[in-house]
């Protein structure tokens, strides 16, 4: 048994979220969208990953996936952004890297600093 809050809306409600059989329930959602999030977030859970990636030029752009990538890539994939750098020219939109640790998942310029 597994207990959770859904993220999938505002109001936060508490799952629970059990296997037998082979089945995965899930209850406390109000819609059905909390039962299609506890059921992934029991079987494999995914997280988008929003970052900082330094710029040539000394200045920072944030960057998310453009995805959700497994929950268990997530640091590997942050320590990655860590060691990269992006031209002091990029822009907002701009892909870093296609196939960011999932397949079609790229990493995405959201902002310039």
Known sequence: MMNTICIMCPM??????????????????TCPRGK??????YSAPVRTL???????DGGM???????????D??????????KLT???DSKIGDVVEENFFA????LVITGIA
């Open 12 to 29: 936060g409600c508490p799952l629970t979220i059990e296997e037998k059989d082979g089945v995965i329930t899930v209850q406390g959602q």
């Open 36 to 41: 299609k999030y506890g059921e992934q977030e």
């Open 50 to 56: 929003t970052t900082l990636i330094r710029r040539a």
């Open 61 to 71: 752009a944030s960057a998310k996936t453009s995805a959700p990538i497994p929950k």
């Open 73 to 82: 890539k997530i640091r590997e994939a942050a320590e990655y952004v860590g």
């Open 86 to 88: 992006v031209s002091a």
């Open 103 to 106: 397949d079609g998942v790229n």
